[in-house]
Each structure stands twice: as C-alpha cells, then as structure tokens.
C-alpha cells in the first residue's frame, strides 16, 4: 500500500488549508497525524472505510474535518480551519487494513505516507 499526501503549506493563523491523502488501493481506515520537531507524533483525526464514521483529537475538535472524497473513495481529505501557531507540524496519513478498534494509537496503523508540512505564522 502505497499513500501520498498533499496540500501542505504556510498559512497565517485563522487561515485553512486542505490536506489530501491518495491511497494505492482501497483500504479500511485512514488517519491523519502530526509531528512537531521534538515531539511525539500525535493523533489527529480518522474515518473509517466507509466514510460514515470520524474521529477527531480534542484539541482540533470543531476546526478540522476528515472525509472521503465523493468521487474517489481512495482519497481522504482533511480540511483544517481556524489554523493556529500550535498547528505547525509535519502532517502524515496513515492506513491499515486489519480491524482494530483504536483510531488514535499510531501503532495500528500499518502504511504510512511520506508527510507534508504545515506551517501557521503568527
């Protein structure tokens, strides 16, 4: 399984961006994660296969969204609004196609993309 993400970039605070996430091939479930230079990587959001199910950190709750695209049900965005400083990360997606019931441990999740950076100015 190969994934790809996109849409990285600097943006001031308040602003939005887009991130994308292409997958090889279909899979069950997808998650979004975060690593700031000298910290763990975190958990951000997850939707499962079919797209009916989100999960979300607390700290992101409200400003980003993660769905599948429409048309193309390999692709999984993640819209982040109201960006602030403490946003800047390196952003990967992550996949798997084992069931498990944890969305947030970074540990179930076998696939990973290479990243892509997000930068929030103040």
Known sequence: VQLQASGGGLVQAGGSLRLSCV???????????????GREREFVAAVSGGGGSQYYADSVLGRFFI???????????????????????????????????????????????????????S
């Open 23 to 37: 997958a090889s091939f279909g899979w069950y479930a997808v998650g979004w994660f975060r690593q700031a230079p």
């Open 67 to 121: 769905s599948r695209d429409d048309a193309n049900k390999y692709t999984v965005h993640l819209q982040m609004n109201s960006l602030k400083p403490e946003d800047t990360a390196v952003y990967y997606c992550a996949s798997r196609t084992r069931y498990s019931s944890s969305w947030f441990d970074k540990n179930e999740y076998a696939y990973w993309g290479q990243g892509t950076q997000v930068t929030v100015s």
